[in-house]
């Protein structure tokens, strides 16, 4: 599994030193979208709980239904810890918000780059 790069039309995944990397694919994530990928990437996972990395730097709005789902105990229950790689002002605000009201069960951060981002998560990894 590991380093094997996983597809649909939504998100892009990869298994890597104990970490999964994830890109999404649309500049929107909606309900339908953010529920697909989440049940894409506990089918890599096996529900196992792993640190991730969400590289969401080409997504333009995430809406409301989507950052509630992903806030939920059910959306989050493979996930160990969570950094998120953007770099649109817009989009850290609504994170920002996000996180404020829907905290998530699991430590969580934003990233403006990938080797910061790295960096955190790999002091989740066994």
């Keep these: 599994m590991e380093n094997q790069i996983y597809e649909n039309d939504f ?3 990869q298994l890597r030193n104990g970490v999964l990397y994830g890109k ?10 953010a529920q697909d990928a989440t049940i894409f990437r506990m089918q890599i996972t096996g529900g ?3 640190p991730a990395i969400a590289d ?12 509630i789902f992903f806030s939920s105990k059910e ?12 770099n ?7 994170g920002n918000f996000f996180v404020k009201f829907y905290r998530p069960e699991y430590p969580f951060r934003f990233f403006t780059n990938s080797t ?9 990894t066994d």
């Design 88 to 94: 649109n002002p817009v989009t850290r605000m609504m």
């Design 75 to 86: 959306a989050g229950k493979d996930l160990l810890a969570l950094a998120v790689v953007l």
């Design 11 to 13: 998100i892009s995944l």
């Design 56 to 67: 969401i730097s080409s997504v333009k709005h995430v809406d409301k239904e989507a950052r």
């Design 24 to 33: 999404y694919k649309v500049n929107v994530i909606n309900l339908a979208i």
């Design 116 to 124: 910061e981002a790295t960096e955190w998560i790999v002091s989740f």
């Design 48 to 50: 196992k709980k792993i």
